[in-house]
């Protein structure tokens, strides 16, 4: 079949599609990959973005570039891919320690979900003193919901738990133990309850497909409706796909109208993202 290149022009990466319209990506070539190091920022928004559309090796080639830089975010990254199974083999201790070296490297999202994951046994043997190490680094960077899971596993009246940051965070642990359809009964309720957060969690779980079937429609949807609610996470997640066309309508416009939401809302990704424009 004849086979036709489109270029995202923004972000130089080249994507290879059918005259069906089809499209995946191509593996990127020794000057795309200077430029991703060049502008890191950039190159961990355009992995993401081949994440998005299920091109997991060109999203690895990306984050990998970015991890041996030292780049915590690509680490954490690549932890996913390694605990998810996908573009690669399925390997729970190679996932752990690439979250370790992002968390070291200073992602704070890691450092959540060892926090979190380390109270299960999603990596082998379950270790609640190292679970409280890592949600407290991540509270320490600044993370609240690390700061309300630290506070729920300690039980502690220092910081006051509410009932719906409790159940959040029964949810978030049924979600790193595997227990995926509690999990989405569980953040369905926070949705229907009016909590964004849960919104975004179910938006995350179709987007990848972990429990239902994938659909980017869907995760489009809910991230849409997350980040109208002012959720960071969902804003910076809506920007992506508005800027691929992944699950949304190309709208460059909308595209940085929401990631400038997200960084006002201090969600790391982003902020770093618009400093790199």
Partial sequence: MRRVRVFLVRFGLLVV???????????????????????PAIGLYKGYAEFKMAHYA?????????????????????????????????????????YEKAALAGSRNAALRLGIALQTDRFGASDTGAARRWLKL???????????????????????????????????????????????????????????RGLTRLAWLHEAGRGVPRNLD?????????????????????????????????????ALRWLRASAAGRHPPAVEALKAR
Avoid: C
């Fill in 138 to 196: 991540a509270a320490d960077m600044g993370d609240e919901e690390a700061a309300t899971q630290l506070a729920v596993l300690e039980g502690t009246a220092e910081r006051p738990v509410s009932a719906r940051d409790r159940r959040l965070a029964q949810a978030r642990r049924l979600e790193a133990d595997g227990s995926l359809p509690d999990a989405l009964t569980a953040y369905r309720a926070l949705a229907d309850a009016g909590d964004p």
């Fill in 218 to 254: 869907e995760a489009a949807r809910l991230f849409r409706e997350a980040a109208e609610a002012g959720e960071p996470e969902a804003q910076y997640a809506l920007s992506v796909m508005l800027d691929t066309g992944a699950g949304q309508a190309k709208d460059p416009q909308q």
């Fill in 58 to 98: 060109e999203a690895r080639q990306i984050w990998m570039a970015l991890a041996e830089r030292g780049m915590g975010e690509a680490w954490f990254n690549l932890g996913i891919l390694a605990e998810d199974g996908l573009g690669e083999a399925r390997d729970g201790a190679e996932a752990r320690r690439r």
């Fill in 17 to 39: 599609g059918s005259a069906l319209g089809s499209a995946h990506a191509a593996l990127l070539g020794e000057d795309d990959l200077a430029d991703v190091v060049r502008k």
